[in-house]
């Protein structure tokens, strides 16, 4: 049963747009705000992921999640996730993982199909602006992000995971 009246795709980019590359998430959901009219999508941001954002999975067909990674090896990566209680579990900003685990114990059932989009970040200072590769990798990671919501399906979602 679906308690909220919520779209059916979640994009969630988590990051802090003062601390260099660690914007890149934020960034993909400004883009969409400004470019792109999907329907049945909800865009959300925030600074981190934390176990309140369990809630936010509730009634949803597909969930990107989008932030900075310094662990990519490419621009950008999607991967499929499941529920895991990682280290994050029982922290204040949790993975994406976690939250899904978080999701699976308090609903009592299995989250929707969810994907991070991780995209390759070199510089998170404070105060400091886009690195110059992030700014390539964000226009990787932005294509990508356009061709999966002009098609919402979890097999063309997986297919490129």
């Given at each position: 049963?679906?308690?909220f009246n919520k779209n059916a795709?979640?994009?969630f980019g988590y990051g802090n747009l003062s601390r260099g590359d660690d914007a890149l998430g934020?960034?993909?959901?400004?883009y969409i705000e400004n470019n792109l009219q999907v329907p049945e999508l909800e865009?959300?941001?925030?600074?981190?992921?934390?176990i309140e954002h369990a809630l936010d999975l509730e009634g949803r067909r597909l969930v990107l999640f989008i932030d900075a990674s310094v662990a990519c090896?490419?621009?950008?990566?999607?991967t499929y996730l499941s529920p895991e209680k990682d280290k994050s579990y029982s922290t204040h900003a949790m993975s994406p993982s976690s939250v899904l685990a978080v999701y699976q114990d308090v609903m009592y059932k299995e989250?929707?199909?969810?994907?991070?989009?991780?995209i390759q970040g070199v510089g998170f200072e404070l105060g400091s602006g886009l690195s110059n590769q992030a700014e390539s990798n964000l226009a990787v990671?932005?294509?990508l992000t356009t061709d999966l919501l002009q098609k919402?399906?979890?097999?063309?979602?997986?297919?490129h995971a």
């Amino acid at each position: 049963m679906t308690y909220f009246n919520k779209n059916a795709l979640l994009v969630f980019g988590y990051g802090n747009l003062s601390r260099g590359d660690d914007a890149l998430g934020p960034l993909v959901i400004e883009y969409i705000e400004n470019n792109l009219q999907v329907p049945e999508l909800e865009i959300m941001t925030d600074f981190q992921l934390q176990i309140e954002h369990a809630l936010d999975l509730e009634g949803r067909r597909l969930v990107l999640f989008i932030d900075a990674s310094v662990a990519c090896a490419e621009a950008c990566s999607l991967t499929y996730l499941s529920p895991e209680k990682d280290k994050s579990y029982s922290t204040h900003a949790m993975s994406p993982s976690s939250v899904l685990a978080v999701y699976q114990d308090v609903m009592y059932k299995e989250p929707p199909p969810c994907f991070l989009l991780s995209i390759q970040g070199v510089g998170f200072e404070l105060g400091s602006g886009l690195s110059n590769q992030a700014e390539s990798n964000l226009a990787v990671a932005i294509q990508l992000t356009t061709d999966l919501l002009q098609k919402p399906e979890l097999d063309y979602w997986l297919s490129h995971a």
